[in-house]
């Protein structure tokens, strides 16, 4: 307080000093308040109670006995119903992370199928054999899938070169 005192402002140095005249008017009305001119004097008393023996109360004991089963009891419910809530709340964040999962495989199934039908497009395969110099087959250079041929009957298949290639 000192320090303020001294580099404080005027204001500063006013509450500083009307906080030590409160602070020893207090203090004064205490010493008053004191029985004689004699300061107090307290002793303290030094017990052993180490040779004492506490009673055995029967119906005390019973009392804590019941209580103690009536709380275990209780604690057993409830945690019970805490563990039916939790695992209600575990399994609806299951439940829905597989409705996601089954969401995104159903997407990447869509998009399989819509490459497939891109892939499998007649006029692209088409397009593509040409590219590779390849024509439309001769009759009788098709095998049909059981093992039958058509009019003529087998014919060997003939590889051309890529009309890009030939130049």
């Not at 402002?9 to 004191?34: I, K, L, M, P, Y």
């Not at 695992?87 to 597989?98: C, M, P």
Request: proline residues 5%; without cysteine.
């Amino acid at each position: 307080m000192e320090q303020v005192a001294a580099t404080g402002t005027r204001a500063q140095r006013e509450r500083v000093a009307s906080f030590r005249e409160h602070n020893r008017s207090v203090f004064d009305g205490q010493r008053r308040a004191r029985r004689g001119p004699t300061p107090e004097v307290f002793f303290s008393k030094h017990l052993d109670n180490t040779r004492l023996v506490k009673a055995d109360n029967p119906e005390r004991r019973k009392e804590m006995r019941s209580f103690t089963i009536a709380m275990s009891v209780l604690f057993l419910m409830v945690m019970t119903y805490v563990w039916q809530h939790f695992s209600s709340i575990e399994t609806g964040y299951s439940i829905e992370a597989q409705k996601l999962r089954v969401e995104h495989l159903r997407e990447d199934n869509r998009q399989l199928r819509l490459s497939e039908a891109q892939l499998s497009d007649p006029d692209r395969i088409d397009h593509i054999a040409r590219q590779l110099g390849l024509d439309a087959p001769q009759p009788g250079q098709v095998v049909r899938p059981d093992g039958s041929f058509t009019e003529e009957g087998p014919v060997l298949a003939e590889a051309r070169m890529p009309v890009s290639v030939l130049r």
